[in-house]
């Protein structure tokens, strides 16, 4: 059983990703690791080459400017790393730059990857989420955070990217047959300085719109509200993954955020209170199937 890591890349500097701790993550489960680096002079080539793991390939890429609507370029990236995990990869796992996976959990992993193999009616693995959010100490635990999503893909050349590469579907735009495993994703896509996360809100509005969209702009980092528009946030009593170690004690902004208030309409905070005495998600959104 062999599998390839995959992923892409643009202005990880800029935007300060933890790419690197993203990639080092998964580093020693994975025979191979795909990146694929976008168009830019930040310096990111060279901060996915100081890894200095013989393990990844770097492959580059020119994104496609015009194609902003929905996030549909994310997409078009997307399957552009996946088009390069060669075909003898029995499964390529997907990681997105601001996502990291806890060492506590590589071992579920392989094993799971191991015992569905060879059933090839399971196309995919399934992942617990944890959307950190404006600090390491808080996280998501809202309607508003997608509680999970596949990861590691069966590579059968018949996967594609699916809308903001969020999720995956076959290319005939079937719902993947996935199975859920005791295993989840760190995700810190929403945890930076706040003037780190401005610059990035003010490029990224352009992804999710139509190209005669003109932003916004947010023009001073003491007039964004990080927490505006926050429903729920609750606090985090786990560990990190050790690779976040260092970037988490280099944090240097402070977030004291009152984790009993509360924004709902009338049905979410119905439904809110309904998952956390159930531990079920009701009318959740799914892009797969659970088999």
Same mark, same amino acid.
């Given at each position: 059983?062999?599998?390839? /890591?995959?992923t ?8 300060d ?15 191979e ?10 310096g990111?080539?060279r901060?996915?080459?100081?890894? /200095? ?16 609507? /929905?996030?549909g370029?994310l997409?078009?990236e @997307? ?37 569905y ?9 399934l992942?617990?989420? @944890? ?11 809202? %309607? ?9 893909l ?5 996967i ?11 290319? %005939? ?10 295993a989840?994703?760190?995700?810190y896509?929403?945890?930076r ?6 610059e ?7 992804l ?11 023009a001073?980092?003491?007039?964004f509200?990080?927490?505006k528009?926050v ?14 170690k260092?970037r988490i004690a280099?944090?240097?902004w402070?977030?004291?955020f009152?984790?009993? %208030?509360?924004r709902f309409?009338?049905k979410?905070?119905?439904?809110y ?15 797969? %199937?659970i088999?």
């Amino acid at each position: 059983m062999k599998i390839c /890591g995959f992923t892409f890349v643009r202005n990880a500097v800029k935007f300060d990703y933890p790419v690197t701790a993203s990639i080092s993550s998964i580093l020693s489960i994975v025979d191979e690791f795909i990146v694929s680096v976008g168009n830019c002079d930040d310096g990111t080539l060279r901060l996915i080459e100081s890894i /200095g793991s013989p393990k990844i390939k770097i492959f580059h890429s020119t994104w496609d400017e015009s194609i902003k609507e /929905g996030g549909g370029v994310l997409a078009v990236e @997307t399957d552009k790393a996946l088009a390069y995990v060669p075909a003898h990869y029995d499964w390529a796992f997907y990681l997105q730059a601001d996502e990291v996976v806890h060492e506590k959990d590589l071992d579920k992993i392989v094993a799971a990857a191991a015992k569905y193999t060879d059933d090839k009616k399971v196309e995919g693995l399934l992942f617990n989420y @944890t959307h950190f959010y404006g600090t390491y100490d808080y996280f998501g635990d809202s %309607r508003r955070w997608y509680k999970n999503e596949v990861r590691v893909l069966r590579n059968n050349g018949n996967i594609a990217s699916f809308r903001d590469a969020q999720g995956f579907r076959t290319k %005939r735009g079937k719902k993947l047959a996935v199975k859920k495993i005791d295993a989840g994703i760190y995700h810190y896509g929403w945890v930076r300085h706040p003037h780190n996360q401005l610059e990035k809100l003010n490029s990224f509005y352009m992804l999710w719109n139509g190209p005669e969209y003109k932003a916004p702009p947010i023009a001073d980092e003491q007039e964004f509200d990080f927490f505006k528009d926050v429903d729920s946030l609750a606090l985090f009593g786990g560990t990190h993954p050790a690779v976040m170690k260092e970037r988490i004690a280099q944090k240097n902004w402070q977030v004291n955020f009152d984790v009993k %208030r509360k924004r709902f309409s009338f049905k979410d905070k119905l439904l809110y209170r309904l998952e956390k005495l159930t531990g079920k998600r009701l009318f959740d959104y799914r892009s797969y %199937r659970i088999v």
